[in-house]
């Protein structure tokens, strides 16, 4: 069977690994637009991160001191590795409260 899909992609100057088996498929728009909308419902109901938004990379992977990761805080985006839709719906809670998180901590990491 031909690989539909290229093995990497690069997304803001980091190359991520995508496995050609489980790599983004066209129909996964709907689950995209499904993580976007609970993003925008968690925005709205803290009131703050309108700047934020979510990409979910099915088949990606991405490791950090030899563990593989299912969720990553880049910049104001938060990456989601995970298939299951569930689970990326969890992963993106936790992924926006990071970020949350990191809005309060910067300023000392930056000094």
Same mark, same amino acid.
């Given at each position: 069977?031909?690989?539909q899909y290229? +093995?990497?992609?690069?997304?803001? !100057?980091?190359?991520l690994k995508l496995?050609? +088996?489980t !790599?983004?498929?066209?129909?996964?728009?709907?689950v995209?637009d499904?993580?976007?909308?609970?993003?925008?419902?968690l925005?709205?109901?803290l009131g703050?991160?309108?700047?934020v938004?979510v990409?979910?990379?099915? !088949?990606t992977?991405?490791?950090k001191?030899? +563990?593989?990761?299912?969720?990553?805080?880049?910049?104001?985006?938060?990456l @989601?590795y995970?298939?299951?839709f569930?689970?990326a +719906?969890?992963?993106?809670?936790?992924?926006?409260?990071? #970020?949350l998180l990191n809005q309060n901590?910067? #300023?000392y @990491?930056?000094?």
């Open positions: 069977m031909e690989e290229s +093995k990497t992609k690069v997304y803001r !100057g980091e190359l496995s050609p +088996k !790599g983004p498929a066209p129909n996964n728009y709907e995209n499904r993580l976007t909308t609970e993003l925008e419902r925005k709205l109901k703050v991160g309108f700047e938004n990409e979910w990379l099915p !088949g992977t991405r490791h001191k030899g +563990k593989q990761i299912l969720e990553e805080v880049i910049g104001n985006t938060v @989601i995970v298939e299951n569930d689970e +719906k969890h992963l993106l809670t936790h992924g926006f409260l990071e #970020w901590t910067k #300023w @990491i930056d000094y």
